[in-house]
């Protein structure tokens, strides 16, 4: 069974390709190559600085970090219905890789108080986000429905789905 709803489609596919990121980051912490989790980063936002390793700070790190990461699967699902699963892997690469510059350029220069002090910290983040939108632009063709994507051939043009729906009327 596909997924039909792209909101949904999104989400589902950001929470899996999601998994390994976050154990690849918490690998890299552990092997010293970082010295902030991700965890870490997203509940500063919330809390004060001496308390990002307590157990609420773990929720609040978790939901922050499915927040953001289902809101850029939705981002990729949406491109992805726009311009058709060509490429969706470099697609979902751009998407993430974009998501980086903004999280981690724009928002920690101004909200972030834990930041990290080791140089390789912002190149293995980088690389951890492209994976991920690599990942996800691989998951969301395979999970979501062909009506989604405008590239198909097969789907006659009544069957799709437009990408902003218009229609007060909630039939299907």
Not at 23 to 35: A, E, P, R, S, V
Not at 61 to 88: M, Q
Not at 132 to 142: H, R, S
Request: glycine content about 8%; aromatic content about 8%.
């Amino acid at each position: 069974m596909k997924i039909k709803d792209r909101i949904i489609l999104g989400v589902v596919s950001s929470l899996i390709a999601g998994i390994p990121i976050r154990l690849i980051n918490d690998w890299q912490y552990h092997k010293g190559l970082t010295d902030v989790k991700y965890g870490q980063m997203a509940a500063s936002l919330f809390l004060p600085k001496n308390k990002v390793n307590t157990p609420e700070a773990k929720f609040v790190a978790a939901a922050t970090n499915h927040v953001n990461t289902g809101i850029t699967g939705i981002i990729i699902t949406y491109v992805l219905s726009a311009t058709g699963r060509d490429k969706a892997m470099l697609k979902g690469m751009g998407v993430a890789s974009t998501t980086w510059v903004i999280v981690y350029g724009l928002i920690s220069r101004l909200a972030i108080p834990v930041k990290s002090k080791k140089p390789l910290s912002p190149v293995l983040s980088f690389m951890d986000h492209a994976f991920f939108g690599t990942f996800c632009g691989l998951l969301i063709p395979v999970f979501g429905h062909s009506s989604l994507f405008p590239d198909r051939k097969n789907v006659q043009k009544k069957d799709k789905l437009p990408l902003i729906s218009t229609n007060t009327n909630c039939e299907k």
